[in-house]
Structure formats: structure tokens, C-alpha cells
């Protein structure tokens, strides 16, 4: 190119230089900044209603899978059990379970945990229903334990060793937990508290429990009970007791 041509092209641009467009201007970086903030405050909005609708769905759901049943407070929560929780629940959650079965095996930390994290509104209670050939002697030794206020400790040591405890270690476990040997031996070969055990089998059965876990979720407030069998796992557990204390 000549350099006339050259500077008759600058001289163009010069006197018809293009114009910044409108997004590089002050005002325009503006507009898009808020463009941006309006969208990013939308999509907040609408992942909150999702989540929230998904919340109120768990909950109605958890409540929906359970069957309403009578609630008679003195068959449901018996009168002879070991419990978590507060003396005065809002809810009562009443576990039917047995120290033989691996699926409340799977349960029983969640247990421990939810009685712990909601210690002042809920009382979790502990009944016994048997299905598994050593059931009998380990529902016997935690009683006996609880004879010296250990029943969860050893609670947990039965379900933490299940399937690995044979019936000449439960003395072994008993001085373990600080126990006074004797008196356990002596409370286990009587089988001081199978009256008991027989009572809790006795109301599992009439209340049309058919298996372990079974949970009754007992509403004091409006006289409600509510009977959920199989394991519960942390989060369906937690939608539930919330699902009950919001009702």
C-alpha cells in the first residue's frame, strides 16, 4: 500500500472512528452487573423452593409410610424398659429390637446418636422381641447389666460384637463394664428378668409387630401412635422425629 493510501486511511478513521460498543461503556458494564445479580438471585430462589418442597415431601412421605395404630400408652412403651431422652417427650419412640438381629444391628448407633442430639425433646425406649436362637441370653445379660445401671453400655457391646459372643463370654463382658460378676451370674442363670422379656414379646405381638426393627412413634401431644417396622437409616430417621416435633 502507498503511503498516500495509507494516510488517506487513517485520515477516515479519524474523522469516522468506530463506536465502543454499548457493553464497554460504564453504563453498560452496569447493566450487566445487575443483569447478573437478578439471575444469580433467581436461580437462588428457585434451588430454595426445590429444596424446601423436597423437605416437605420427605417429611409427609416419612409420616405417610408409618401405620397408624391405638395409642395406648401403657402397651406401647410398657412399664419395665431402659430409655434415652427427656422424662417429659414431646414424641416417645419405642424400639422392639433384639441383640441376635443384624439389622438393628445396622440401627443402634443411629439410636444412640438421635437420643443424644434431641435428648431434650424425644425419649427413645428400649423393648425386647426375640428371633434368633441366642436372643434370649443377650436380652437377659443386658438386663442384668441394667440390674447395675450398665444396660447401655452393654447394649452397645453386645450389638458392637453381635455374632462373635458366645454365652461364656457375657461374663467376660460384664467385668469389662466394672460389673459385680457374681450378682450378673447370679441375675443371668436365674434368668431373673425374663418376666419382663415375656412381657415386651407379649405387647410386640398385640400390637401386630412382625419383625425387628419396629419402631412406634408415640405423638403424646394428640394421642397418636404410629408403627414403622424394618431399619431406618440416619437421614430417613431425622426427617421423621422433625417431621413429628414440627407437627
Same mark, same amino acid.
Given at each position: ?32 452487573? /445487575? ?65 441376635? /438381629? ?14 443424644? !442430639? ?25 438386663? /442384668? ?45 436365674? !434368668? ?56
Amino acid at each position: 500500500m502507498a503511503l498516500s493510501d495509507r494516510i488517506a486511511e487513517l485520515r477516515q478513521k479519524l474523522e469516522h472512528p468506530t463506536p465502543t460498543r454499548w457493553y464497554k461503556r460504564w453504563w453498560g458494564v452496569l447493566i450487566l452487573f /445487575c443483569l447478573f445479580l437478578l439471575i444469580s438471585f433467581v436461580a437462588a430462589s428457585v434451588i430454595y423452593i426445590i429444596k424446601t418442597a423436597r423437605d416437605i415431601k420427605n417429611e409427609k412421605a416419612s409420616i405417610n409410610t408409618a401405620q397408624k395404630i391405638q395409642a395406648n400408652k401403657t402397651l406401647i412403651e410398657g412399664q419395665n424398659n431402659y430409655w434415652l431422652g427427656t422424662s417429659t417427650p414431646k414424641i416417645t419412640i419405642v424400639e422392639f429390637s433384639d441383640f441376635a /438381629c443384624p439389622f438393628c444391628q445396622d440401627n443402634f448407633s443411629v439410636v444412640r446418636e438421635l437420643g443424644l !442430639k434431641y435428648q431434650n425433646d424425644i425419649k427413645i425406649i428400649y423393648r425386647d422381641y426375640l428371633g434368633h436362637t441366642d436372643s434370649l441370653d443377650l436380652a437377659l445379660a443386658a438386663r /442384668c447389666a441394667g440390674e447395675q445401671n450398665k444396660f447401655w453400655p452393654m447394649h452397645d457391646k453386645l450389638f458392637t460384637n453381635q455374632g462373635q459372643i458366645a454365652l461364656t463370654d457375657l461374663p467376660i463382658l460384664a467385668q469389662q463394664l466394672g460389673l459385680d460378676v457374681k450378682t450378673f451370674n447370679t441375675c443371668l442363670s436365674t !434368668k431373673k428378668y425374663l418376666s419382663y422379656i415375656r412381657e415386651d414379646i407379649t405387647a410386640a405381638e398385640t400390637i401386630g409387630i412382625t419383625k425387628t426393627p419396629s419402631w412406634i412413634i408415640n405423638d403424646q401431644a394428640r394421642g397418636e401412635a404410629y408403627l414403622q417396622e424394618g431399619a431406618i437409616n440416619r437421614s430417613d430417621f431425622i426427617n421423621i422425629i422433625e417431621a413429628f416435633l414440627k407437627k
